[in-house]
């Protein structure tokens, strides 16, 4: 059986150990399971193989938290990146299953996190965030469970949300009238996502807002100022 010749620890990644067997470097494993191994130790193949198979979810689960630390991603999303490093399956399956018991994966914490960005950075309709949702590989119920829950605890009141997103687009019709704008914001919530029944509810309000402000007799800059005084 091959004998353990040499451990070294890494140059470029100090928390690994190359190993050597009969002189020749054989595989690297992490710290942890080096501190194991011993100078003259006999390693049959079975237990190479095993080293070896700890190593790759060991690399697996580090790649993927390096990409969990930007922003939080759907089970699928790692999948995916996991499988263009051209992970084996059999170790991507090991490290998923690591990684979801150690908490990184969590699908319902990830559409939960996906809805409150949003709604907070560019507020979408339900049917848009379920789109974006989706594409992010996240199961059909998981997405219900979420939108539900949101939806009853009254932060993604489709109507708020889009009547949140239009302030955003006021500046930008500078000089429209009250047809014109209408017409403007029904198209930009329908790119939006939002529903037509929450679309009438948004525009009621605005445009009960904005008469008071004197959009029709100002311009839409001064009622856009006098909506951020009040």
């Known amino acids: 059986m091959p004998i353990i010749t040499r451990l070294e620890r890494q140059k470029r990644h100090k928390e690994r150990v190359s190993v050597y067997l009969d002189g020749q470097f054989a595989f690297g494993v992490p710290e942890m399971d080096a501190a194991r191994l011993r100078l003259g130790q006999s390693l049959d193949e079975e237990a190479i193989a095993t080293l070896r198979q700890q190593d790759a979810v060991e690399r697996a689960c580090g790649l993927a938290v390096r990409l969990l630390t930007s922003r939080p991603r759907a089970e699928q999303e790692i999948r995916q990146a996991l499988r263009r490093h051209q992970t084996d399956e059999g170790v991507m399956e090991l490290a998923l299953e690591r990684l979801r018991r150690q908490g990184y994966l969590d699908d319902v914490a990830f559409a939960r996190y996906w809805v409150e960005s949003r709604s907070a950075f560019k507020p979408l309709g339900l049917r848009a965030l379920r789109y974006e949702l989706r594409q992010k590989g996240v199961a059909a119920e998981v997405i219900d469970d979420v939108l539900s829950m949101w939806d009853e605890t009254g932060q993604a009141s489709e109507d708020s949300l889009a009547y949140q997103a239009a302030q955003r687009q006021l500046r930008k019709l500078r000089g429209h009238n009250e047809r014109a704008l209408r017409r403007a914001l029904m198209a930009f919530w329908q790119r939006r996502g939002f529903s037509a029944s929450a679309s009438r509810q948004a525009w ?27």
């Open 204 to 230: 009621a309000r605005l445009a009960e807002e904005l008469r008071d402000a004197g959009f029709f007799r100002n311009s839409i800059a001064d009622a856009v100022t006098s909506l951020e005084d009040d």
